[in-house]
């Protein structure tokens, strides 16, 4: 087992990893079902053969309870298994950010252009529109705030899913070899 893992990938959104393993897909997801089984107490998800998506139990549910999404796919040059792990929340939070982020983004864009085409032009038709670029760069950065308080606040339960897929993995290595 081999795990792949940038500086970029600690400060992205969703943060992400790689371990490469000479495991078959089918073996894999076959196995993580049983290995998920297991620790039903601690853990919740959805395996099927390409992707799995795996969260852990809590008694709360706030914005960002982290779900790790575990792909495995086949890497022909190096003739091995490559799963990746990628943590995010719900597919609905995740959405709403983005739409977030891509509201406030073109609303910024469209406030400084009308400014600065206002000051081109030496009209005075718009005075609200530097402000309201101002505006939206600050919902920009609440919304980017927003984001990172979450991952912090999930961070331990990042931690569990990060150790659940490598001790999958160590597990079924370990069996595989004694049996």
């Excluded at 852990?56 to 549910?61: A, R």
């Excluded at 530097?130 to 308080?149: D, H």
Aim: charged residues 25%.
């Amino acid at each position: 087992m081999q795990i792949e893992e940038t500086t970029i990938d600690h400060i992205r959104s969703r943060p992400r990893f790689k371990i490469f393993t000479d495991i078959s897909r089918e073996e894999y997801t076959v196995y993580l079902k049983s290995f998920l089984k297991e620790r039903d107490q601690e853990f919740s998800g959805n395996i099927n053969n390409e992707a799995s998506l795996i969260t852990v139990k809590t008694t709360e549910d706030n914005y960002w309870k982290p779900n790790l999404a575990l792909r495995t796919e086949i890497d022909a040059e190096e003739n091995k298994t490559v799963i990746r792990g990628i943590f995010g929340p719900s597919a609905a939070v995740w959405t709403f950010f983005m739409f977030l982020n891509f509201i406030f983004g073109i609303s910024w864009m469209l406030g400084i252009t009308i400014w600065y085409v206002e000051k081109q032009i030496k009209s005075n038709d718009f005075p609200w529109a530097f402000s309201f670029s101002i505006i939206m760069l600050v919902c920009l950065a609440l919304t980017f705030t927003a984001a990172r308080f979450g991952k912090w606040k999930g961070k331990k339960q990042m931690q569990q899913l990060r150790e659940f897929a490598e001790e999958s993995i160590r597990k079924f290595e370990t069996y595989q070899a004694e049996g």
